[in-house]
C-alpha cells in the first residue's frame, strides 16, 4: 500500500490505492466496499477525460489514447443514454483533467456478491491525488455485472 496523505488530501501511485483508500475511509461502515474494477480502454491505456455531474444524472469517459467515448452504466438504463456534449469536465485540485477510474461497490448485508452502493474513484495521473468523485446506490444484485457497465 501506498497511500500517502498530504494535508486534506489522498495520493497513490496505483489503482490499486483507490480501492485502498475506499476500503480505509469505509472500515467502520457496516456496509463495507467489497468489490472493485479499473477501467481499462480496449487500446490498453488507463487513464480518462471524464465528465457528468450528479445533477446531470451522467457521467461519461473519454481515452487519452484513443479518443473512444463510454457513458458509465450505459447499457443499465431501459433508454440507453447517450453521449452528451453539455457536461462539465472533472478536475482534479491541481487542475489536472485525465484520471485512472477505479469503481468501487459495497454490497447489502448478507449477499457479498450484490452492490448496494456504488462509489466513483479517480486518480490524477499528474499529481496523484485521489478521491470519490460520486456516489450512488445503484441495488444491483450482481457487483461483477455492474461494474463490467463502467
Ligand atoms: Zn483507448
Ligand atoms: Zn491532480
Known sequence: MSLRKDGNYWYGTSAEDVWDY???IKRDSPEPPKHWRQVVCPCGNAAFVVEGGEDEGQYQRTCTACDAQTVLFAEEWSERKEWRNDLPELECICWGSEFEVVGVTAPFMGD??????????LRCVHCRCLGCYADW????NDAQTYLAML
Not at 457479498?112 to 474513484?121: I, N, V
Not at 446506490?137 to 444491483?140: K, L, N, V
Open 137 to 140: 446506490i445503484p441495488r444491483y
Open 22 to 24: 475506499f476500503v480505509m
Open 112 to 121: 457479498t456478491d450484490s452492490a448496494k452502493w456504488f462509489y466513483l474513484g
